[in-house]
């Protein structure tokens, strides 16, 4: 470990119980200030994001919205308070003399946060992870992406100026570059819980890392998902045009570079559908890609499903100076069965993959043969028979369920779960965004006869 990376843990750790100690309205005011500060920002941090990450001014400005919304919406659950549950003593209880009981939530301790490359802002040095673990009371240190480092550096240095300023402890907050030393902050003992964005290979390795110390903390890890969209008989022959517009759009949306993007479209094998995505997906322009590195690893894993025995090109997409345009491929539900492994990966680019299907219960059968997902979405009518298998089958193995809809776009509000069965996520119980997302660092303490003044706040 660097002797930066040393420091910074070490004054992560004095700071834990300071900041968790301080009143509920000192730490929302905190992050209150954090998001001012952002905006007030904006046109300084904008311009490094666009050029570091090649996305549009506009996406820009509206993931800072984005961003300084999350810790507001934060800052209001602090002030709401955590779950608290109160048991007054009771001689007379049905199993016995109950004693006086105060269960509370309480922060884990320090958070080590691996910042995404795709959301330069709402995922990255103070996105939700950052926001959802300072709002539990946690002190947060955060790995930067290599992928901007520059905007890094001056939200941290935004973030943590205004956390000082309106009260926190040195240490609150801190940033760090670099593999190695992300690694060691993961086996190093003062860090008590990880959240990590990135690929399953690399999300997998460091989740290893945190299970296998004497001390294994919880590690929260969004690692991947394809993604899948289910179009019944009877939607297809409804609304097949809106469909394939629709399933084009999202999954080139930002160069098809969100993991909830839609990988795998199944259609009836007698349908229009793929044609007409195929038609919409060539009046598609080329549009960059967030980095070189990125860039590679979508050449990379479009050519292995390119290449793949079953697969068939519908449309041809082409990589330029300027990024790549559209590939549309297709195959049958029964080579999808046949090697699920191969054909339901992601693709983490402007790739996607249309499934013929021949009846209803080959339609059940990919649902069945599935891996945890982010999303599942089904078009579909009212009336159709499949529907409700369908949504039960996806239910079980995705962590948020469609109807007519499409997955890209994660609204931020209570009721979102973004997250899934692994490997989407490590832990499909808990959601990296919205207000629950700070479940994940409390933990519950219940105080058993302890006089109300020594009682935690």
């Known amino acids: 470990m660097t002797d930066v990376t040393d420091a910074l843990l070490d004054a992560a750790a004095s700071a834990a119980r300071p900041w968790a100690e301080l009143p509920d309205k000192t730490r929302a005011a905190a992050l209150e200030a954090v998001a001012g500060a952002l905006d007030a920002a904006a046109d300084e941090l904008v311009p490094l994001a666009r050029e ?12 800072l919205v984005r961003t300084t919304f999350q810790l507001r919406s934060f800052a209001g659950q602090v002030r709401e308070g955590f779950e608290v549950i109160e048991d ?6 049905p199993t016995g003399p109950r004693p006086a009981l105060r269960r509370v939530l309480m922060p884990l301790g320090p958070v080590v946060v691996f910042a995404a490359s795709n959301f330069p802002f709402a995922f990255s040095v103070a996105g939700g992870d950052t926001a959802s673990a300072l709002a539990a009371g946690c002190p947060v240190v955060v790995k930067a992406h290599p992928g901007h480092p520059k905007l890094s550096d001056a939200t941290a240095e935004i973030v943590r100026a205004a956390l000082l300023g309106a009260g926190a402890p040195e240490g609150t907050f801190a940033l760090f570059h670099g593999e190695a030393a992300g690694r060691d902050a993961v086996l190093d003992p003062r860090t008590k819980a990880v959240a990590f964005t990135g690929s399953l290979r690399g999300g997998r390795a460091l989740y290893d890392l945190a299970v296998s110390r004497p001390e294994p903390i919880p590690f929260y890890g969004e690692l991947g998902s394809v993604n899948p969209v289910f179009v019944t008989r009877a939607a297809a022959q409804a609304r097949a045009a809106e469909i394939a517009t629709g399933y084009v759009d999202s999954f080139t949306l930002g160069t098809g570079q969100f993991c909830t993007k839609p990988g795998l479209l199944l259609v009836p094998s007698d349908s229009r559908l793929p044609e007409l995505a195929a038609e919409h997906a060539r009046t598609k322009g080329a549009t960059a890609m967030l980095n070189e590195r990125i860039g590679e690893g979508y050449t990379a894993g479009l050519d292995a499903l390119r290449g793949h025995a079953s697969v068939r090109v519908l449309v041809e997409g082409t990589f330029g100076e300027d990024g790549p345009t559209p590939t549309l491929l297709a195959t049958t539900a029964a080579d999808l069965l046949a090697d699920s492994e191969a054909l339901a990966t992601e693709c983490f680019g402007p790739t996607s993959l249309v499934v013929t299907y021949d009846d209803e219960e080959q339609l059940l059968a990919v649902a069945r043969s599935l891996e945890g997902q982010l999303t599942g979405t089904v078009h579909g009518e009212e009336s159709d028979d ?24 994660v609204s931020v509000t209570p009721a979102m779960h973004h997250g899934g069965p692994y490997p989407a996520t490590t832990a499909p119980l808990h959601t990296s965004v919205g207000i629950t997302a700070s479940a994940r660092f409390l933990r519950p303490v219940a105080f058993q006869n302890v006089p109300g003044h020594l009682l935690p706040r």
């Not at 499949?386 to 776009?409: D, K």
């Open 386 to 409: 499949v529907a409700r298998p369908l949504l039960a089958e996806l239910a079980e193995r995705v962590g948020r369920v469609l109807w007519n809809g499409w997955p890209t776009g």
């Open 52 to 63: 570091e990450s090649r996305l549009p001014e506009a996406r820009l400005r509206g993931e």
């Open 88 to 93: 007054d003593a009771d001689p007379d209880w």
